[in-house]
């Protein structure tokens, strides 16, 4: 939700450390659905600026894919995931041991 820092942020929130968001977001439905979730997991979001200039909230969907005849790889495995996130980066799969595809 809302990029590694915000994934982070609630992994530190759940684990009862104190934590504070500063982010922006648009004035639309999927704004709000970030810092409504931020702050059902004890965020402060005090910080957070909405964007009322009509820019929306970035979204970003990843499907994960396999070659035709490759083996189908366990939910969740990073081997089952085409792309890897990073801090912010997103670059090609680069686990070892994963079959190619």
Do not use: F, K, Y
């Amino acid at each position: 939700m809302a990029g590694a820092g915000s994934n982070v942020a609630i992994g530190l929130a759940r684990l009862g450390h104190r934590v504070r968001w500063a982010g922006r977001v648009g004035a639309d439905e999927l704004g709000a659905l970030v810092l409504r979730t931020l702050r059902a997991e004890g965020i402060d979001t005090g910080q957070a600026v909405t964007d009322d200039t009509g820019r929306p909230t970035g979204l970003l969907l990843t499907e994960p894919r396999r070659a035709p005849g490759s083996p189908p790889q366990a939910p969740g495995s990073l081997c089952s995931l085409p792309t890897a996130h990073w801090n912010g980066w997103i670059a090609p799969r680069t686990a070892p041991r994963c079959p190619a595809g």
